[in-house]
């Protein structure tokens, strides 16, 4: 909703072990990255992907500022345009419950990836392209 950060619709529901692993990054203009830290990552994001591929993610991993985790959203799309949202059961970052949240107040269309982590584009691709397909069906 206008005004909602991703850091304040993250902790509106319990769940979330994200704050726990997280490592912050000094940068020299007074901000301050995060990122997962390298030893805790597979647990955390991607807990259904092979260890090998969840390691190489781990040292590629793109950290984000602490200052967009706190922005403000502007108006919301999903407003306007059809939302889809696939959501995975075993998300430790996001809350599957904070997920279904969004996901009825935008009336989207959900589809549940049962124990997936918060990388289930990886873990399960069959259920993603499928979703994917069917947002560009219903959408064309």
């Known amino acids: 909703e206008t005004g909602e950060s991703a850091a304040f619709l993250s902790g509106k529901f319990p769940g979330s ?14 901000q301050v990255d995060l990122r997962i830290r390298q030893d805790l990552f597979a ?4 807990a259904d992907v092979p260890r090998r591929d969840a390691a190489l993610m781990a040292v590629a991993q793109r950290p984000i500022t602490v200052a967009a985790l706190n922005e ?5 799309a999903w407003r306007s345009v059809r939302s889809y949202f696939l959501i995975p059961t075993a998300d430790r970052n996001i809350p599957p419950v904070a997920q279904r949240f969004m996901a009825d107040r935008a009336g989207g269309t959900t589809v549940t990836a049962d ?3 918060h990388a289930v584009l990886v873990s ?17």
């Open 124 to 140: 399960e691709p069959a259920i993603t392209t499928r979703l994917i397909e069917q947002a560009a069906h219903e959408t064309a």
């Open 72 to 76: 403000a959203s502007g108006e919301p």
């Open 43 to 46: 647990q955390q994001f991607a």
């Open 17 to 30: 072990t994200l704050n726990q692993t997280l490592e912050e990054i000094p940068l020299s203009d007074g």
């Open 115 to 117: 124990g997936a982590s």
